[in-house]
């Protein structure tokens, strides 16, 4: 189970509403020292640098570098990563499962097939039989 401040879910599906056709993508971040339920408490947007920014996101170089060093400044920890789906489900595309590198974070997915209503989902990338790598739903509340 992870926990997320509502501003900060907010400020996400906002975020993610903007981009729109595009796919939005950004950090989310904690306390450091958080030895309880994690809670996501601030977001930092990233811009997305993919070549086709509509289907797939790409950390822009910069902002992934500058929200890390601030998160170490206000003594934060990384907990997660999201981006949207403007026009698909909120499962993982096969482009997710392959960009996809750090099996301790929350992998949030925003997704707008319905525009009106858009869904949030919570992936951690595990570990499979045979070295095979999949996406496990995990649980989480909007605090």
């Given at each position: ?101 750090h099996?301790?974070l ?18 951690r ?19």
């Amino acid at each position: 189970m992870i926990r997320i401040d509502r501003s900060v879910w907010e400020q996400m599906i906002g975020h993610c509403r903007l981009a729109l056709p595009r796919e939005a993508c950004g950090a989310l971040f904690g306390p450091k020292g958080d030895s309880g339920t994690p809670a996501v408490t601030f977001l930092s947007p990233i811009a997305n640098r993919a070549k086709s920014p509509e289907t797939e996101f790409a950390f822009d170089a910069k902002d992934w570098i500058y929200s890390l060093y601030e998160a170490e400044r206000s003594n934060r920890q990384l907990l997660g990563i999201f981006h949207s789906h403007p026009m698909t489900s909120g499962t993982p595309s096969a482009l997710d499962m392959a960009g996809a590198s750090h099996n301790r974070l929350g992998y949030w997915i925003v997704s707008f097939a319905r525009p009106e209503q858009p869904i949030v989902r919570v992936y951690r990338l595990e570990e499979a039989i045979g070295g095979s790598r999949e996406f496990t739903p995990i649980p989480y509340s909007v605090i």
